[in-house]
């Protein structure tokens, strides 16, 4: 059973497709960011377990966009963790009716749009929360808008740890951190605007959509801050 990486000792990556998060939240609680790609399942569960956590410790699951990547074992980690899912008011639209949000070019949404439909199924969103909300959970953890890969992008900030979970706002290529590539943004102003106000925020931490985590004071940090500004 791999086990997950750990970035802080309350923040452990895993990844299917695109990364995940398990944080320790709680006493006896995980709490999940993104679901992955379809048949995820079980990386989710085997991480977890080699936490030393069963299944039904994961009591929340926070999404921060869409995309079937994220969003693609949803339902089934839902319904056998009993976690309720947490996402803004456009994902919980796309969750709930499968669909997708805009960013691909149009013959490619439209295939993938189809092939979806095929292997992911809805679920229903438990509590749908807005910019600037500050979620009950680990002390408080705050949603903030930021479009620009998808119009219903959200990164989520974990003051606590000073982690900042970027979801397709960043990507890290090798040793590259960079914003979500202009081909499949949904805006590449909304974008820059996006990063500018979360770089701002100054984490300790960010963990990218993909990729690995980069940790300040960093190189890479600071070339992104000075591209975006």
């Known amino acids: 059973m791999p086990t997950p990486t750990e970035i802080t000792p309350n923040v452990y990556q895993i990844v299917r497709g695109g990364n995940m998060f398990l944080l320790k939240t709680g006493d006896g609680e995980l709490t999940l960011v993104d679901a992955g790609i379809p048949g995820s399942m079980k990386t989710v569960l085997n991480g977890a377990a080699a936490l030393g956590y069963e299944a039904t410790a994961i009591k929340h699951i926070l999404i921060t966009h869409a995309d079937p990547d994220h969003v693609g074992s949803l339902t089934g980690i839902a319904t056998t963790t009993g976690a309720t899912i947490y996402a803004g008011p456009e994902s919980s639209t796309h969750i709930q009716n499968v669909t997708q ?16 439909r095929f292997v992911q199924k809805p679920a229903t969103v438990g509590h749908t929360f807005n910019d600037g909300d500050v979620l009950a959970i680990g002390g408080g953890i705050r949603t903030i808008h930021a479009p620009g890969h998808t119009p219903d992008n959200f990164v989520f900030y974990w003051e606590r740890e000073s982690v900042l979970f970027g979801a397709d706002l960043f990507f890290r290529f090798g040793k590259a951190l960079a914003l979500s ?3 499949m943004s949904w805006s590449k102003a909304a974008t820059l605007e996006s990063a500018r106000q979360v770089l701002a925020l100054e984490p300790a931490i960010i963990c990218p959509g993909h990729g690995d985590a980069v940790r300040a004071p960093s190189p890479e940090i600071d070339a992104l801050r000075e591209k975006v500004n």
């Open 101 to 116: 949000p805009d960013h691909l070019p149009a013959p490619v949404k439209w295939i993938a749009t189809r092939m979806v």
């Open 181 to 183: 590539p202009a081909p």
